[in-house]
T-cell receptor
């Protein structure tokens, strides 16, 4: 069955440090997309970064980068130089071709707390 | 630049009451989705509409119905609300291709007493 696993319920980091949020996925489809979303305490879902299964390079978006290890089926989010505003829930999600209108399958999320 | 708009933002219902959650997007996306978010569960797909004129069940469709009114609007109806439907409901839209992110509304927080 297709599944996203986020094993870290909570992570704590100090400002300006880097942090890695773990995500593993399970699919037998060769074509899929992996996404990370941020959900601050205000509740909205904010798209951060995307990685395609056929992409040769790891995705980067500003302070966000994705450590994509296809053989291990992992897609970890790396946040460099953490800021207080990074405190939020982070969700890893997957879209697969030919599945449920390519809806997202979500992990259960990781709560990140950034302290000064 | 509204994106995805959901109404209402908050609602309290009594068991057995019905209501419709409204969603509209202005990004000309073909696909629209309804998810629910429960504590510790992440988001789960209720129904989706891959394109105007089509709707299909997702992972947790029981107790819900949907209508894709036109390309912009996708509504979710609870016919007879149950306490188990207390949740935060998100509407999202996107293009169909898997490399396109879904854009979410701000959510509707629904409590069933």
């Amino acid at each position: 069955a297709q599944k996203i696993t986020q094993t870290q319920p909570g992570m704590f980091v100090q400002e300006k440090e880097a942090v890695t949020l773990d995500c593993t996925y399970d699919t037998s489809d060769p074509s899929y997309g992996l996404f990370w979303y941020k959900q601050p305490s205000s509740g909205e879902m904010i798209f951060l970064i995307y990685q395609g299964s056929y992409d040769q390079q790891n995705a980067t978006e500003g302070r966000y980068s994705l450590n994509f290890q296809k053989a291990r089926k992992s897609a970890n989010l790396v946040i460099s130089a953490s800021q207080l505003g990074d405190s939020a829930m982070y969700f890893c999600a997957m879209r697969r071709a030919n599945q449920a209108g390519t809806a997202l399958i979500f992990g259960k999320g990781t709560t990140l707390s950034v302290s000064s | 630049n509204a994106g995805v708009t959901q109404t209402p933002k908050f609602q309290v219902l009594k068991t057995g009451q019905s209501m419709t959650l409204q969603c509209a997007q202005d990004m000309n996306h073909n696909s629209m989705y309804w998810y629910r978010q429960d504590p510790g569960m992440g988001l789960r797909l209720i129904y989706y509409s891959a394109s105007e004129g089509t709707t299909d069940k997702g992972e947790v469709p029981n107790g819900y119905n949907v209508s894709r009114l036109n390309k912009r609007e996708f509504s979710l109806r609870l016919e007879s609300a149950a306490p188990s439907q207390t949740s935060v409901y998100f509407c999202a839209s996107s293009e169909y291709e898997i490399n396109q992110p879904q854009h979410f509304g701000d959510g509707t927080r629904l409590s069933i007493l």
